[in-house]
């Protein structure tokens, strides 16, 4: 039975034949090789002018022209290729899909446009976008808070590798497999809307039942009497794609941490506690605090505040390693009885992303040395060679970097040559794309998967911004 993970790689070894002719070789000073790849504008799904703005002003201080161009195609990617407008019940709805597939994942929706968010305040059309993508988030949560990835509507063409699935499937759902982080990414693209524009309009009856639903589903994942209503079981012959022991998964001790299913990766938990993901539920639960705060509603503030406070307790007692020179850093999944797996994975929330995400001080002692860990031989799905060094995962296997996990390296780093390094490894990894994948072999940069992968285009956008910000130098060298 074809899996998700098939597809992709079905439609990514097309793309990369056809990309195959395209010099490898090409230099960062042959400016007449670098033709923008954005769709004409006729053909764009979404323009803000307060972006494009900001697009041209960045790119004209970066002077390698190959990493100006990829910064063009990139920054723009979610707006010109994944964005549907439309209304729902008089008000502004918003679709976003991921790229090569046709579902919005809760996830990869929010990251995509959170880093539009510093220029809502002053375009009503990026207004218009926020409120309809946050009002459609909260419409899918009341769908199925279990659910990771959602269709057009009820009557649009199921996912082929989820038809099948044993769990409890609605009219659309795209896919349901249980990730804590999918109901965290809603919140923090809702509190970086209000704080970047101090608008409160799409918070409405729907959202706010939206978000009870979420504290109630974080409760119940906490499994302190039973198992939840959760399960999930897929047929496929990759074993990340399903759940053991009735789809409930690996036996846990509950101690306070929120169980998850599945990986930001979509890959099967090897122990259900993630720590990563409950660090990023613990400051969603506080962000959606001071929005409830602010909407004049202090019980449900207060409830948020108390679930943030006994998951932190639980993962701070719980969630730590030491390593062989006594030094603490953090486990990337726990059991509850004393099992501890310390790996990282490329996908965000990442222990490598914790400070990108706000949950702790990039000089967080603790953080850095799990930093220093992750981005070594320690970490098994650590990968080096001929073509740059990152994070991947289990997802797309041995070998395969996630360019993802460059950016994060560099978005966490405070050291310039270190950064520069990053940059490097990005710009000469595209395979003369112009565009980030999703993985891509460490020697040869040519064999990669997803050629239309919007977050992770909008990402190194996101990133090139912050760099100009903080390190202009880097992009005038």
């Known amino acids: 039975m074809p899996t998700r993970r098939d597809f992709l790689k079905l439609i990514s070894t097309t793309a990369a034949a056809s990309v195959a002719g395209v010099s490898l070789t090409t230099r960062a000073g042959d400016v007449s090789s670098y033709t923008s790849r954005r769709p004409p504008l006729a053909k764009r799904k979404f ?48 679709f976003v899909i991921t790229g090569d597939i046709n579902a919005m994942w809760l996830r990869d929706s929010s990251a995509q446009v959170v880093p539009y968010l510093p220029w809502a305040k002053t375009d009503p059309a990026l207004q218009r ?21 959602f269709l057009p509507g009820p009557q649009a063409k199921p996912l082929e590798w989820s038809v099948h699935d044993v769990t409890e499937m609605k009219p659309g759902v795209g896919e349901r497999k ?28 729907e959202w706010r039942a939206a978000m009870q639903l979420v504290v109630k589903t974080f409760r119940d994942q906490q499994r302190k009497h039973d198992h ?79 679930l943030a406070d006994e998951v932190e307790q639980a993962v701070q007692r719980d969630g730590r390693m030491r390593d062989a020179d006594g ?7 726990i ?3 004393g099992n501890q797996s310390f790996m990282d994975d490329a996908n965000v929330p990442s222990l490598l992303a914790l400070p990108y ?21 320690r970490n098994p799905y650590f990968f080096r060679g001929k073509a740059g060094e990152g994070i991947g995962g289990p997802h797309e296997g041995l070998r395969m970097i996630w360019p993802m996990s460059i950016m994060m390296y560099a978005q966490t780093s405070q050291d310039v040559a270190q950064i520069r390094q990053c940059l490097t490894w990005l710009r000469d990894t595209d395979a003369g794309t112009g565009f980030m994948h999703e993985a891509f072999d460490q020697d040869d940069p040519a064999k990669f998967t997803r050629s239309w992968f919007a977050w992770a285009n909008t990402l190194f956008g996101e990133l090139i911004v912050d760099i100009q910000r903080k390190y202009p130098q880097l992009l005038r060298g």
């Open 47 to 94: 323009t803000s002018q307060a972006v494009e703005r900001q697009l041209a002003r960045v790119k004209a201080s970066i002077a390698d022209p190959k990493l100006a161009w990829m910064f063009e195609n990139c920054y723009p990617n979610t707006l010109d290729t994944t964005v549907e407008l439309g209304t729902f019940d008089g008000k502004p709805d918003t």
């Open 129 to 149: 976008l926020f409120h309809g993508l946050i009002r459609r988030q909260a419409r899918s949560i009341r769908i199925d808070p279990y659910a990771n990835a």
């Open 178 to 205: 249980w990730e804590v982080d999918s109901l965290c990414y809603p919140i923090r693209l809702a509190h970086g809307y209000w704080q970047a524009t101090g608008d409160t309009t799409p918070f409405d009856d």
């Open 228 to 306: 939840g209503p959760y399960h999930f079981q897929r047929t496929s012959d990759a074993p990340s794609e399903s759940q053991m022991l009735g789809g409930y998964g690996n036996p846990t001790r509950p101690n306070g941490m929120i169980h998850s299913m599945f990986r930001p990766s979509d890959d099967a938990c090897l122990y259900p506690l993630s720590v990563p993901s409950n660090l990023f539920a613990v400051l969603s639960l506080r962000q959606l605090a001071r929005i409830s705060r602010a909407m004049h509603d202090a019980a449900f503030a207060a409830e948020c505040e108390a």
């Open 327 to 333: 030094q603490p850093f953090w486990a990337y999944e």
């Open 335 to 337: 059991d509850g009885f």
């Open 357 to 377: 995400l706000g949950c702790c001080d990039a000089n967080d002692p603790v953080y850095r040395r799990t930093r220093e860990l992750a981005w070594s031989g």
